[in-house]
């Protein structure tokens, strides 16, 4: 099974693309070398590098990633698994790791989950077709299990939540890499927040069903509160958005018991609570109801709403993230990697 | 120039990827049956094809796109070129975009612009490395003839707005295909309804300065405006951020004269200006006030916000968009193609 392939040079330089000879050729350097100038890896002479890049300019020459792909075994691709790039939350992290792997020579390659939670092996087949060198994926849209089966050199990466029970990727096998999220900091500071100021009846406002981000962050609240002799928290069943969060509250107010305090799985959530409050049930947010918010997102400091809400750093989530990329790609047969981030709270105008 | 390159099947089959061949075998085909099985826009028996998917599945085999591409002068590649993937009107796009086209079998390839929208030489050059099908483009980022030269085979499509003065994209020729965003409409029912509502001086909260789209909209806004015989607007200078436009509403009414209505150049620009107007200003909207935005994205129908707006419907947008991709791709040398596309109110709780 040792069959080749004959690729000629015409069809990879369509439309009289210049070569990389040419470029050597005018620049007086070898092929090597103008293949190491366009690597940001590789170490070459600064001026010679220059020359270099300025000539294959000259000569509008790049060279084909997909020809090289074949050749080096990297596609300089990173996949991002994501349910919905249009959640804020989602959206800002793309953004910013789209920005931080294109300054280390990568493009990030998008694929949509079903807003479900299963994704399917269809979508799997579909994604390893594309090759990527890297995979960014929420254990609670695909498994990892699942996911290491269908990629062939990609180690996945997984944004853990380790208080968590993780039950059916327990294992700690190089499957892949992890970027741990620690939240107890953030939520005790929340919940110790919402006490100093009298709250009493503490509700939580949930995310999806199945996520077990929501999970993870429903029983770190039950364990905080607990802790601190607080009862256990009414449960109002949203699923991250702002529609089903504003539905919840009304409900919550209307057919439960209420609250005087809520805290939301994510932050676009607690809008839609904030706004139920104020809007429909004509209630003070703070006065009479305190909020708080889980992710700080940009919008989180609009005056409309003003939230109080536990920081999950973006700045520091990215780059952490391009670190567990590059060390992958450096050591591709190392075990598991892992880097720790911590979670604090943003105090502003939603509770006090 | 015809140098051949060659490339091992084991190379592109690591770790004992199944090839072609193999599920040929098993599922008693033909090699091109197994390729056509794959490839959504082939002719294929249906059950030929679902036994193909089923034999794929269980020998755990998919196509390779990067080798494929080489053959097949296909990437399976959506370029979108976007200075800000997280501002929540691209994040819709993308979003949509992203399922549209993987129900087509492309994956979308995220390229950020910087934020002055100079894209330079070298960003291009590095998205032409990855060779993608299609570009989408947005005029105010990169110009038609300086993406053209960077691009081998892929035509970009631009989103237009065809009122406004393109002068230096002004030819006709294949260059690339356009998306029209027709204003008028919209920004016409937008004028009549505050003037309906008894608004006279009408100020305009613009966009980024050297932003196209906001170049556009400003110059319908005031055409509309001395056709219906108001004043010209006064304009508060924004940047299509939220916090631009908190600013510089305060500053139009403490440092300027006030307006009583606001058409801002987008709809988060408008949520700024209703938050200031309300929390900083102390004046009510609509009764002080009256504010319309433009583009309808998902959160306008946020009770804190509940904004009257001038809709570019996402669906519709997202279909043409997709249309002109596999248009181009069917008929790559084709003269360049249109579609056009149409504005209209959406009323909510901000004018009346």
Redesign the interface.
Known sequence: ???????????????G?A?AEMVAARAKVSRVAVSRAFNPHTSLKPEKRELILKV??EL?Y??????R???S?R???VGVIVP???S?W???E???L??AL?AE?F??????TRTDYSMD?Q?L???????PDSVIAFVENVKPHTLA??L??AVPIYIHYPQAELADDAGDEPLHDRLNVLQRDGVEQAVALLQGFGAKRIAYLSGAEKSRANGARERMLRQVMAERGLAPPVVAGGDFS?DAA?QATIDLFRVGEGADAIFAANDVGA??V???L???LKLRVPEDVKVIGFDDI??SH????NLTTVKFDLDERVRALVRLILRRLTTPDAPGFQETLNTRLVVRGTVG
Not at 62 to 67: E, H, K, L, S, V
Not at 125 to 131: E, I, K, L, P
């Open positions: 099974m040792n069959r080749r392939i004959v690729v000629t040079e015409s069809e990879q330089a369509p439309r693309r070569t294959a300019q509008n790049t060279p084909d990633r997909a020809a792909a074949l050749v075994g596609s300089h691709l919905d790039v249009c804020h989602e959206s800002q793309i953004d910013a789209t920005t294109q020579g493009a990030t390659l998008l694929f949509k092996e979508l087949a579909y994604m390893r077709g594309f090759n089966r269908f062939d050199r702002y504003y809008f839609g904030i706004d139920a104020r809007h429909e940009a919008q609009w005056k409309s709403y």
